[in-house]
């Protein structure tokens, strides 16, 4: 490894990790505290940026799924990045009828994993720049670095930011992102 890799690293990983996080806090999410006692459904019920998901959550049939044991690493989409959807997309998909698409979706944003971002990092970097990332629908999400934001693309070549890294959970740790993550149809 060189130099201006371990430089470019540490500077990643310090813009990845937000001061919050290297303090040992967990960042505030939606405008809520968010705390590592707590599960990560319990948590996202407080993020007035995630009612959206927590919506969605609920009508998939996996609220206690993802109040369970885990570990678990959610990369969790904003109520923006399912409002960028195309008009009409959420309302279908909150439909009873279409609960088995809602929760292949939902679940190719989780891994049945603890990953923490400095983990995530390494793993992208050990990787040569993009590392496979498996989730419990059966997608393989791409983690990557780019303009040094780390970025998740999925199947189909879109491209989410993570915003908001490592907020810990008792089941896990929770990563927010830009962009709703789709399988591949």
Same mark, same amino acid.
Request: with cysteine.
């Given at each position: 490894?060189?130099? *201006? ?43 007035? +940026? ?63 994993? +603890? ?6 990092? *390494? %793993?992208?970097?050990? +990787? ?15 983690? %990557? ?6 970025? $998740? ?14 907020? *810990?959970?008792?089941?896990?740790? $929770?990563?927010? $992102? ?8």
């Amino acid at each position: 490894m060189t130099m *201006k890799t371990t430089l470019t690293g540490a500077f990643v990983l310090t813009a990845f990790l937000g001061s919050a996080a290297m303090a040992g806090e967990n960042p505030m999410v939606g405008g809520a505290a968010m705390y590592d006692s707590k599960n990560i459904v319990e948590n996202a019920v407080n993020s007035a +940026d995630h009612t959206t998901l927590v919506a969605a959550v609920q009508a998939a049939g996996l609220v206690e799924t993802l109040s369970g044991p885990g570990p678990f690493t959610v990369f969790a989409p904003t109520n923006a990045a399912f409002a960028a959807l195309p008009e009409g997309t959420v309302e279908t998909l909150l439909k009873p009828e279409n609960k088995e698409t809602l929760t292949k979706i939902l679940t190719c944003h989780v891994v049945g994993a +603890d990953v923490m971002s400095d983990a995530l990092v *390494k %793993m992208i970097a050990d +990787d040569g720049g993009a590392h496979p990332i498996p989730t419990l629908g059966g997608c393989t999400l791409t983690g %990557m670095v780019k303009d040094g934001k780390v970025m $998740i693309e999925d199947e189909n070549g879109t491209m989410a930011t993570v915003t908001i890294a490592d907020v *810990k959970q008792s089941n896990g740790v $929770i990563h927010v $992102i830009d962009a709703v993550l789709t399988p591949k149809m």
